[in-house]
């Protein structure tokens, strides 16, 4: 199994950036993909953002294209997910998954159920 931490979350206002970050641990993530998802109050979990295996592809959710960035870094088992130009609309609880499934998978993918592992969640509030 892996167990995966996220962090760097917090209450910032419109306009600024937060850099997330899924620490895993128990097994190396190296060989998989790894997405972020995020929900809101009284909203369905959502995609946001997905990456190869080897930092390869990247899938981005149209809400967050050309703002949110996804990247990792294999050598520290970690995977972030950097945000910028926040809007109140961003405001939800932050998933970081696993998709232990598969190895070498060079795609990206954006359906939950193909995800293994999840973080806790961490909160991002946007103010106006």
């Known amino acids: 199994q892996v167990q995966l931490v996220e962090s760097g979350g917090g209450l910032v206002q419109a306009g600024d950036s937060l850099r997330l970050s899924c620490a895993a641990s128990?097994?190396?993530?190296?060989?998989?993909?790894m997405g972020w998802f995020r929900q809101a109050p009284g909203k369905e979990r959502e995609f946001v953002a997905s990456?190869?295996?080897?930092?390869?592809?990247?899938k981005y959710a149209d809400s967050v294209k050309g703002r949110f960035n996804i990247s990792r870094d294999n050598a520290k088992n970690t995977v972030y997910l950097q945000m910028n130009s926040l809007k109140p609309e961003d405001t939800a609880v932050y998933y970081c998954?696993?998709?232990?499934?598969?190895?070498?998978?060079?795609?990206?993918?954006?359906?939950?159920?193909?995800?293994?592992?999840w973080g806790q969640g961490t909160q991002v509030t946007v103010s106006s």
């Open positions: 998954a696993a998709d232990l499934s598969r190895r070498y998978y060079s795609g990206t993918s954006y359906r939950a159920n193909e995800y293994d592992y």
């Open positions: 128990g097994r190396t993530i190296s060989r998989n993909g």
């Open positions: 990456i190869s295996w080897n930092g390869g592809s990247t």
